[in-house]
């Protein structure tokens, strides 16, 4: 870090706060960028990555979009800049504000030099490595973790944990949603671990019938049963010293496994009809889209199996978690596609966009893939528009959930519980929340910060 340079951009009314930076960062390459104004802002972020951006309540609301929105926009964007937030005195529910819409953290004025500096570098400290800005198109490559796009922080904590799985050899259990990508998950981690150059084998178990899982996993001899002419490779033999996904893993079933416990804790299993132990040094990688301690409470699963492999558990996030991701999917796979049928297309029309960020997208990302793969064919033109998205995502919204509240509660009560309510609805997405509730953004987080929501 000390070689690199650090980039930071002050936005406030003087430069003088600017103008001492340099001064705190003798002993390393700085580069400053200084605005009067947050309108051009956004315009430097396309421009370059920045660091930090160091934001001043004199400029709150000085411009044609406001601090608020500002923030939302990096965050989304560029979750790699770290944000210093720098408040009056009188001034800290503004702060409070800024701090919920994306800010790592915020500073009373005036502010000394010594802690300005300290800010500064816990700040970088905090600093997230798979988080470019993305709002500089060259650097959207940067967003990508092996075969996985995402830059929000439910993703960039999925990375640091497939990259602690793949510093060790214990199981790993991966748990989501059908559709998050764990198969993705499960590649990742082998081909980032001292086993990349073994073989990678994903064995789909809930698409198996159950009476061929233990020959498929574990072998068989020989004459173990009628229609075994010859002995068969398992795929933890096939496998040996590599590693094996194994997906939907809570259907398997009781006698399956008690041998998976057994190659887990002792390396060795026996074939179908074997009775010499067969020794096989694989990393077994599991999924399932069930909770797996239900199915442990009803019964269904063995409670040792299931903490053999919890002991390194990542959840992937669904994508209607993942805050400002969906942009980035949506343009990976429309350049995929685009490629695969040969078209030229630029994106989606803002009424599209509309409809798909108020989607709850049941089917995750493998949804989303599905149906820019379906747009991209059915388009003819260079935009994606709504008639070439399914009926499901132009008609089929979820329906609206009801507010219940009793007869004679204040105005000022009901007003803020509407807006929590709606702001769930819509997954936090304010400029939906606004377009329901019928009021301008800035009139919304005015309200926002009045009721200190």
Same mark, same amino acid.
């Given at each position: 870090?000390? *070689? ?43 421009? %370059?990555?920045? *660091? ?38 009188? %001034? ?104 990349? *150059? ?105 409670? *040792? ?103 004679? %509660? ?44």
């Amino acid at each position: 870090m000390e *070689d690199e340079q650090l980039s930071i951009i002050c936005v406030n009314r003087d430069p003088d706060l600017a103008r001492k930076l340099p001064g705190l960062f003798a002993e390393r390459s700085l580069l400053v960028t200084f605005e009067k104004s947050i309108d051009k802002v956004v315009e430097r972020f396309e421009q %370059q990555a920045f *660091d930090i951006l160091i934001l001043s309540s004199a400029v709150y609301n000085q411009g044609e979009i406001d601090a608020i929105e500002l923030l939302e926009l990096i965050s989304a964007k560029s979750p790699a800049t770290q944000v210093l937030f720098l408040v009056e005195p009188n %001034q800290l529910r503004m702060a409070m504000s800024a701090l919920k819409a994306g800010t790592y953290q915020y500073a009373k004025l005036p502010i000394s030099d010594q802690e300005l500096k300290l800010l500064i570098e816990t700040a970088l400290e905090q600093q997230p490595e798979y988080a470019p800005n993305l709002l500089l198109k060259k650097e959207v490559e940067k967003t990508k973790f092996e075969q996985m796009v995402g830059g929000s922080t439910a993703m960039r904590q999925v990375y640091r944990q497939i990259r602690q799985a793949a510093a060790t050899e214990i199981p790993v259990y991966i748990s989501g949603e059908t559709g998050t990508g764990k198969d993705l998950a499960a590649q990742a981690i082998h081909q980032i671990s001292s086993r990349a *150059d073994k073989p990678y084998l994903p064995v789909h178990l809930g698409a198996l019938p159950q009476d061929l899982v233990p020959g498929e996993l574990f072998g068989y001899e020989k004459g173990a049963f009628t229609g075994a002419t010859e002995r068969h490779q398992g795929t933890f033999e096939q496998v040996n010293g590599g590693t094996v996904f194994l997906d939907e893993i809570s259907t398997i079933s009781e006698k399956v496994q008690v041998s998976l416990l057994r190659l887990l804790e002792q390396k060795g299993y026996y074939r179908i009809g074997g009775r010499e132990s067969v020794q096989s040094d694989v990393r077994v990688i599991a999924a399932s889209n069930e909770d797996l301690q239900q199915a442990v409470e009803r019964g269904s699963f063995r409670k *040792d199996l299931y903490f053999r492999l919890e002991v390194l558990q990542i959840h992937m996030p669904p994508l209607r978690e993942r805050h400002g991701d969906m942009l980035l999917l949506m343009e990976h796979f429309i350049n995929s596609y685009s490629q695969v049928h040969n078209k030229k297309i630029l994106g989606v029309s803002p009424d599209c966009l509309s409809l798909m960020s108020s989607y709850d997208w049941p089917g995750n990302v493998r949804e989303l893939k599905n149906i820019i793969m379906r747009a991209v064919v059915l388009c003819d033109g260079d935009i994606i528009r709504p008639e070439h998205l399914t009926d499901r995502i132009r008609f089929g919204h979820p329906k609206v959930p009801m507010v219940n509240m009793p007869v004679g %509660q204040p105005l000022s009560a009901m007003e803020r519980e509407m807006i929590i309510r709606t702001m769930e609805y819509t997954g936090r997405n304010k400029k939906l929340t606004a377009e329901i509730l019928g009021i301008s953004r800035r009139a919304l987080y005015n309200k926002i910060e009045k009721h200190g929501i």
